[in-house]
């Protein structure tokens, strides 16, 4: 069995291969063609976290594994990321043992790529302008997904809390410093007003910018709110933008951005019966004019989990990556 750090998983899998492998892994999972049921939350209350368990197999990829994943709330107070992660990965013909490996950065890359995917599928192809509201881990790899397929000149960063920017800057100066000449850092979200491109990847419980400063014709990323009471998007958005998803299920089960505007007679069930998947196979069409408002929102999948993972132990098999494990 073989061990693989977060520096592997990072060499070995660039953020554009990584957008690529989420087209696949969504394509399969709209075909009805993967295994992956929604994930278990074990709350720790005394904590402020939650302990989620994702499994999935995907057999395209080959790849069938578990994500352990924990949102500790109280950890950007002490220094920590919010969220720590682990994959392990089993041979799909034998149930053998094949990897362990960093999840926490696996979970922002595959975060982010999908975010780049539903770009490259439903943004304006002359995007040159991003914001990213919420500059945590999340906040960095949705920011360099969405640089891998259009052409942004423009980077505006938004936070609420500034110690949050600085990190993110010190954060792109050393993992991502192409986009560095690019950003601004900002605490005022009015600045979608001038996007053409906007990811939410916040933990906030409120909207965290207001719909009526949107341009037509924007894509919108959102990936932070995923519990029924979490809400980063205002409901007049969700209502005017065509919308995509990642699982219909899933979101309609967790994301406080759906349910609660759904709950408020704001929004039509018929609405969310789009996923990436459909979208990336041709099943059902993207953007279909220059004005439209598109609407990705993400709640997270163990299929990108376990397609990304035996994307990496496979590079790291050919490579002689890794450190092997004997478990007797
Ligand atoms: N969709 C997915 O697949 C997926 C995957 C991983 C994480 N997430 C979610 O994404 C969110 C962000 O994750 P993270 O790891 O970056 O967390 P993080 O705690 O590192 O960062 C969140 C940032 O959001 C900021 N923020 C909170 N409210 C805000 C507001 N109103 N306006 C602007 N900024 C605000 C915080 O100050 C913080 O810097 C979390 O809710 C997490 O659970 C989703």
Redesign the pocket.
């Known amino acids: 069995m073989l061990a693989l750090s977060k520096a592997d998983v990072r060499r070995l899998a660039p953020m554009r291969v990584a957008i690529e492998l989420m087209k696949t892994a969504f394509a399969e999972l709209s075909a009805g063609r993967t295994t992956s049921p929604l994930r278990t939350v074990i709350p720790v209350p005394d904590h402020h976290g939650d302990a989620l368990f994702m499994p999935a197999f995907v057999p395209a990829a080959n790849a069938l594994g578990l994500k352990v994943?924990s949102?500790f709330?109280d950890?950007?107070a002490r220094g920590l990321?919010?969220?720590h992660a682990l994959v392990s990965l089993v041979d799909s013909e034998t149930g053998q043992p094949l990897a362990i490996m960093d999840g926490t950065y696996l979970?922002?890359l595959?975060?982010g790529a999908?975010s780049g995917a539903a770009t490259d599928l439903l943004a304006r192809p002359d995007s040159r302008t991003l914001v990213t509201?919420?500059?945590?881990?999340?906040?960095?790899t949705q920011s360099a997904a969405v640089c891998a397929v259009r052409p942004i000149e423009r980077i505006v960063a938004?936070?609420?809390?500034e110690?949050?920017?600085d990190?993110?800057r010190e954060t792109i100066t050393r993992e991502w410093p192409d986009l560095l000449d690019r950003l601004e850092t900002s605490?005022d979200?009015s600045v979608v007003a001038e996007a053409d491109v906007i990811c939410?990847?916040?933990?906030?419980?409120?909207?965290?910018?207001d719909a009526a400063l949107v341009r037509p014709g924007t894509h919108i990323n959102?990936?932070?709110?995923?519990t029924p009471e979490?809400q980063?998007l205002p409901a007049e958005i969700v209502a005017r933008a065509t919308v995509v998803l990642?699982a219909i299920d899933a979101a309609l089960a967790e994301a406080g951005d759906l349910i609660i505007p759904l709950e408020q007679g704001l929004v039509s069930r018929m609405q969310f019966d789009r996923e990436l998947g459909m979208v990336a196979s041709g099943a059902a069409p993207g953007r279909t004019s220059a004005d439209e408002i598109t609407l990705f929102?993400?709640?997270?999948?163990a299929v990108?989990d376990v397609v990304v993972g035996r994307y990496v132990y496979d590079m790291a098999v050919a490579e002689g990556a890794g450190v092997s494990l004997d478990l007797g």
């Open positions: 994943v949102v709330k950890n950007p990321p919010s969220i979970t922002a595959r975060t999908v509201i919420g500059s945590g881990a999340q906040g960095v938004v936070d609420i809390n110690a949050a920017l990190r993110l605490t979200a939410t990847a916040t933990t906030s419980r409120t909207p965290v910018f959102a990936v932070g709110a995923y979490m980063e990642d929102k993400s709640v997270g999948n990108q």
